[in-house]
T-cell receptor, first 110, second 113 residues
């Protein structure tokens, strides 16, 4: 059974601080990794994709991948109240389907 | 920007009734997926569909579920005899050839009473 594990939170971060979200996965053959943001009652919205070991930056977001440790993370710099949402880690498995973690609920406190 | 469109946005049905959820994928998408999310739980894979046939289905996708693409545009999920535990948000998603980023529709909320 392929698993994607996240701390469900809630994670509470003051406005302007860095929010750090973590994810581990079990399927060693996975090559594609994604972070989605989901607001309550809405569909997942892609924030970042990462395919190679190391860091990938896009604006205030940085995704980090370590395939040896089977670990993916997302950093959100200068956190804003609008960043309050559930963040879903997703891994593309060998059958080309996304396997999601349970999500981490993030709250940014003004 | 092209969107994946889902209808209805919300459907309330009685247990045992049949439900059809509809999705209009982005025109250049060739791979289609249905996911569901029970309130407060994770997004779960149901089925993938390519070249007019099911590519893979999960344990959740039992005989009460079916998918089809009847007219080359709409992609439907049918639940033959709904149960209380089918109450969930159902998301359609798609992706194109050589791409691995899924685009999700807004979802259809199904409430079974």
């Amino acid at each position: 059974q392929k698993e994607v594990e996240q701390n469900s939170g809630p994670l509470s971060v003051p406005e302007g601080a860095i929010a750090s979200l973590n994810c581990t996965y079990s399927d060693r053959v996975s090559q594609s990794f994604f972070w989605y943001r989901q607001y309550s009652g809405k569909s997942p919205e892609l924030i970042m994709s990462i395919y190679s070991n190391g860091d990938k930056e896009d604006g205030r977001f940085t995704a980090q991948l370590n395939k040896a440790s089977q670990y993916v993370s997302l950093l959100i710099r200068d956190s804003q109240p609008s960043d309050s949402a559930t963040y879903l880690c997703a891994v593309l498995d060998g059958a080309q389907k996304l396997v999601f973690g349970q999500g981490t609920r993030l709250t940014i406190n003004p | 920007e092209p969107e994946v469109t889902q209808t209805p946005s919300h459907q309330v049905t009685q247990m045992g009734q049949e439900v059809i959820l509809r999705c209009v994928p982005i025109s250049n998408h060739l791979y289609f997926y249905w996911y569901r999310q029970i309130l407060g739980q994770k997004v779960e894979f149901l089925v993938s569909f390519y070249n007019n046939e099911i590519s893979e289905k999960s344990e959740i996708f039992d005989d009460q579920f079916s998918v089809e693409r009847p007219d080359g545009s709409n992609f439907t999920l049918k639940i033959r005899s709904t149960k209380l535990e089918d109450s969930a948000m159902y998301f359609c998603a798609g992706t194109g050839i050589g791409a691995n980023v899924l685009t999700f529709g807004a979802g259809s909320r199904l409430t079974v009473l």
